[in-house]
Each structure stands twice: as structure tokens, then as C-alpha cells.
């Protein structure tokens, strides 16, 4: 086992120190950060880590540094750290950016790094169950062979699925995630807000859609995309989706109608040719 750091103790290098050290795959952690004292997290306060003010040498047998920072500050840190002096024998560096290649640690390969990147594909928050949440979930890993190997050999430890995913695709990856998870948040907040116009408070709206969500994706898992289509669309109710679109007001008409052509497309060839037009006619019928 070895010992780890991070560099900013954000969210998400919070979560992976916790899931490392639950899962046994560092002996100890030490968290670099910019306020005098840490922040209020288990890891802390049960003595678990180790925080220290500021940017500082990394002890020499640290084998891994994560650049737990966002997107627009990783080359910065790296540049910072980089002027701490050369790296431990056999350390590896990364940041934990979903959609930039390993480029702005050049300053730390530099220094004698193995650089690479290590992006937990799941949703992560202050929530002490995000740490579980990254046991089992793909990675995206890119960067030097050293850094590969370290990057396997932790994700391995997490039991996660490690994704080779390449530079220049990364953007697609990333792209490919927000969909699935930022925008998902944003779905289930536009059916909460139209739910509540047919007369229930927001937390009765939540929870009777949950269970929904949670089914259909699990539809999803079980079936594929295709198959766990349903609704009005799916079966070419072409009188439901008009009586919807008379009902919403923008701009959830405007999402409907977006959804809809995206459902219609899906459905393929599950519909007659007459159910498909007329549908293509009302949803291209805007306000």
C-alpha cells in the first residue's frame, strides 16, 4: 500500500481519499488545501487524513498526487507544485478533469512525474455516500504508462471498470456524462415544476417521480435504450402528445417537443408511417 495526496480538498478528491482508504488500497493520505484549517469532513475528523495549509513538498514516499482543482486552475497547481522540487521516485500525478487531457501537468512530467488523468464517471457531491458511489463505477484513465498502471491498480481497488478513453475524445466522454447526469437533474426539475401545476407542493412532486425515474432506469439497464422507450410517442398516441402540448406552458413545451423528436427517432420503425407523420406535424408546430 502506499501514500497518496491531493491537492485541494474538493468534492470529489474528498470522496476517492474515502474510497481508497475503505477499500484498502493506500496505507495514508495527505490533503493539501488553501484555508488554515480543513474542511469539515469524516476524514478529518476521525484523524483518517492528514491536511496541511498551502502547497508543500510532497513527502518522498508518496507514490500518486491528484490535482483535485477545477478545470481552469489544474496547469496553475501543476506549475506550483512542479516549483516544490522534483518529483518522489516512481510518483505519479493526475488530475481528476473528465474532459482535458493530461497536457496541463506537462510542468510536473517535467519534474520526473509519470502524468496521467483519472475521472470517476458518477455523480459526486458533499453527501457521505459518494464515497460508496465510486466503488464500482467506470474511471476514465489516459495519460504515461506509469501512470496507467497506478491509475488501473487503484481503479481495480474501487472494483470500478477502467475506460482507455483517447485525448482528443475526451470532450465526447465528458459530454457523453453531462448528459447522463447533469442534464438528467435538470429533466427531473422540469417534470417536478409541471407536476406541480396539476396542484401538488414540490416534495409530494419529487418523490412521486423518483420511483418512476428509478424504474425506467433500470429499464434501461436491463433492456437497452430502444426497448425501455415507452409513452405516447413509443406507441404513436399522436392525441396525447397534442393534448400535452396544448397544456405546457414555455419553456417546458419547448423541452417536450425537443424530447419528443428524439423519443420519435428512437421509436424507429416500431410506428406506422401515419403515426410518424402526424407526430412530425405537431412537434414541428412551435408556439
Known sequence: MDHIAFVGPGRVGLSLGQALLDADAVDSITYFGRRPDPPSHPLFREDRAAYVWGLQRLEERTRAVFLS???ERIEEVAHG?????????????????GAMPADPLGPLHGRGYSVGTLHPLQSVTFSQDSAHRLVGCAYAISGEPAALSMAQRLVS?????????PAGRRP??????????????????????????????????RDALLPLARGTLANVEELGTREALTG???????????LHLR?????????????????????????????????????????
Open 157 to 165: 481497488a474501487l472494483q470500478g471498470k477502467a475506460l482507455r478513453v
Open 69 to 71: 482543482v477545477p478545470d
Open 232 to 242: 405516447p410517442v413509443a406507441r404513436g398516441d399522436v392525441d396525447t402528445v397534442a
Open 81 to 97: 507544485l512542479a516549483g516544490r522540487g522534483e518529483a518522489p521516485a516512481a510518483c505519479s500525478a493526475f488530475h481528476l478533469s
Open 247 to 287: 397544456v405546457l406552458e414555455e419553456p417546458h413545451r419547448r423541452l417536450y417537443q425537443e424530447l419528443a423528436e428524439k423519443a420519435l427517432e428512437l421509436a424507429g420503425e416500431d410506428l406506422s408511417s401515419e403515426s410518424r407523420e402526424e407526430l412530425i406535424r405537431i412537434l414541428g408546430e412551435r408556439g
Open 172 to 205: 465526447l466522454y465528458h459530454a457523453a456524462a453531462v448528459l447522463a447526469s447533469n442534464y438528467l437533474v435538470v429533466l427531473m426539475d422540469a417534470a417536478v415544476h409541471v407536476l406541480q401545476g396539476a396542484g401538488l407542493d414540490e416534495e409530494e412532486a
